[in-house]
């Protein structure tokens, strides 16, 4: 496999402008953003950032050209901001996060945390490291048949695996201490702090335009 090269620009999302930090005559962004275009990234190299930043992982598989896009941030409702970590992995295309989460969209999208691999199939999927204990991973309905999957299982015990398809938005955490996976659990009858960070990271998702 050609080993994969991950671009990323960092995106600062920010909602409103300042009043008085410009003359009248002056347009007025209500979303000012600014991009770092293009940054090699490469293997094991660490990702510390208090931002959203947005990456694309590109790579062939079976000799075709594949790629999926990733938006990484900090844990949310947090203060101070704590910082997001994630390591680019390779000779397998992969995003490890151990703080934060992960927006993973496009083909065959693969991320890991200190707990838990998922991988999908050309969908659309979030991963989240809430604590040291409880990760979770979310795979949103993106077509009209639901058809696209994703399969996690736990990393010190891969016979633990939980496949699920997205016929809804549905997701899997981590329970027991971390020792074990729960079945898909719908997300509209999650508890509110996960409806919560799920909608937090979907309108982060459309200020970025990502798919």
């Not at 101070?80 to 992960?102: H, M």
């Amino acid at each position: 496999m050609t080993q994969p090269v991950v671009r990323f620009a960092i995106v600062l999302l920010v909602c409103g402008a300042a009043a008085g930090c410009a003359p009248s005559s002056a347009p007025v962004f209500t979303q000012p953003r600014a991009n770092i275009v293009s940054t090699l990234l490469r293997k094991d190299e660490p990702i510390v950032t208090r931002h959203i930043l947005k990456l694309r992982v590109s790579f062939k598989a079976n000799g075709l050209p594949c790629s999926f896009d990733a938006l990484l941030g900090p844990r949310p409702f947090v203060f101070p901001v704590p910082d997001a970590i994630a390591t680019y992995l390779n000779t397998q295309p992969r995003l490890s996060v151990s703080d934060g989460w992960l927006y993973l969209s496009g083909d065959w999208p693969t991320a890991v945390t200190d707990l838990v691999f998922a991988g999908a199939h050309g969908t659309t999927m979030i991963v989240q490291v809430e604590s040291s204990t409880v990760h979770r991973v979310f795979l949103l309905r993106k077509s009209l048949t639901g058809s696209e999957s994703c399969k996690v299982h736990l990393l010190a015990n891969p016979s633990i695996a939980r496949e699920w398809r997205a016929d809804r938005d549905r997701y899997v955490e981590t329970t027991s201490g971390g020792t074990d996976l729960s079945q898909p659990l719908p997300v509209d009858s999650a508890p509110q702090a996960v409806q919560d960070f799920l909608n937090y990271v979907k309108s982060v998702v459309e200020d970025a335009h990502m798919p």
